[in-house]
């Protein structure tokens, strides 16, 4: 163990961060299978878990089990939230985030870790789901994945995957922006890939969740759909004002056309404000990258990794 080392001072390969809320039934299964395969790799490795206020004896059975660093919150702050500060508390130069919920192959982490040679960030993809409220996620997750690869530029095979690996000194200036509940994966996605950062996808079966979920479907889908939106709007926002300013400025260049050819001259009230709101869209627009522009960090434009 490594509990005396600072945060990032990369005295073990790997940390792996795992959230815990209520998860109680298989708790030991899954730290246990994550020692082994761990035990079995080149890795050295620390194992994180954020307990966060479990209310069903989650937190006790973690204070019993040896050779883990436990963080515990008092009360419920979100998934997060606790993986935000299991990743700042890392030692590791490469931090591995999963769920806790024997979804995700995480016998499988020293192969994850493996393929970061050459990029930054390796997200293990879904090819089936078995997620809960699968009817209602699947379509939501299809349009919001769609959306968020639109906005970025960059196909994105799986936007929330809980499953990945990353180099910390990567991660650490856009932990801030992780929110405090799931869509902090999503985020965590969107910020390497919107400063130019490589995330590579490997294929990975899900299995079906022990425990309970704590996916609320209504409200944890509108929030992806904000934090998506919200994110673009901080690096990219042409690409939200962009194709509607330009769509509007289409049409009302067309209807001042037909005005003119039709209506003798005589410009619509509509065909103006039509134009008047393209124009409005596009200067908000271009006000908004102006700011994008000028609170550029050096760390937002200089990608790390040299092949
Ligand atoms: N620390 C913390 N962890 C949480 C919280 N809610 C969920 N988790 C953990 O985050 C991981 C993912 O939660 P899940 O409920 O499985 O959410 P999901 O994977 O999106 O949904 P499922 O398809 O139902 O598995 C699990 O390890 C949970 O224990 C929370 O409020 N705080
Ligand atoms: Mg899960």
Redesign the pocket.
């Known amino acids: 163990m490594t509990m005396s080392h600072a945060p990032g001072d990369g005295s073990v390969d790997v940390s792996i961060v ?6 109680k039934g298989h708790l030991d299964d899954e730290i246990e299978r994550i020692r082994k395969t761990m035990d079995e790799s080149r890795y050295s490795y620390e194992i994180i878990v ?3 206020g479990s209310t069903d004896g989650s937190a006790e059975r973690l204070r019993q089990i040896n050779g883990i660093r436990l963080l515990q ?1 008092a009360t ?4 997060g ?2 993986r935000r500060y299991g990743t700042q508390a890392a030692t590791g130069r490469i931090v591995v985030w999963t ?3 024997m ?1 995700y192959p995480n016998d499988a982490i020293p192969e994850l870790v493996d393929q970061l040679d050459d990029v930054d960030q390796v997200v293990g993809a879904r090819t089936t789901e ?3 409220v699968r009817l209602v996620r699947r379509p939501a997750k299809w349009l919001i994945r769609k959306l968020a690869s639109y906005l970025s530029g960059v196909r994105i095979p799986d936007l ?1 995957s ?1 499953f990945r690996a990353f180099r910390r000194d990567v991660a650490i200036p856009y932990l801030h922006l992780l929110p405090r509940g ?1 869509s902090c994966v999503t985020t965590l996605t969107m910020s390497f890939l919107a400063n130019g950062y490589s995330i590579k996808y490997v294929p990975i079966e899900y299995s079906a ?1 022990a425990g ?4 609320h479907w209504w409200k ?1 889908t509108k929030r992806y759909l904000l934090q998506v939106v919200r994110l673009t709007l901080m690096w990219e926002p042409m690409r939200v004002f962009g194709p509607p300013a330009t769509i509007l400025g289409l049409v009302g260049v067309a209807k001042l056309i037909y005005d003119m050819i039709d209506k003798d001259f005589r410009v619509a009230t509509n065909t103006v404000v039509i134009l008047g709101v393209a124009f409005a869209l596009a200067l908000i627009g271009m006000i908004a990258d102006l700011m994008v522009q000028l609170n550029k960090r050096p760390q937002d434009v200089m990608p790390t990794t040299v092949k």
């Open positions: 795992l959230p815990v809320f209520n998860e954020v307990d966060d919150f419920n702050r979100g998934s939230s606790a769920d806790v919920d979804t078995e997620g809960t929330n809980g799931f969740r309970e979920s704590k996916f944890d």
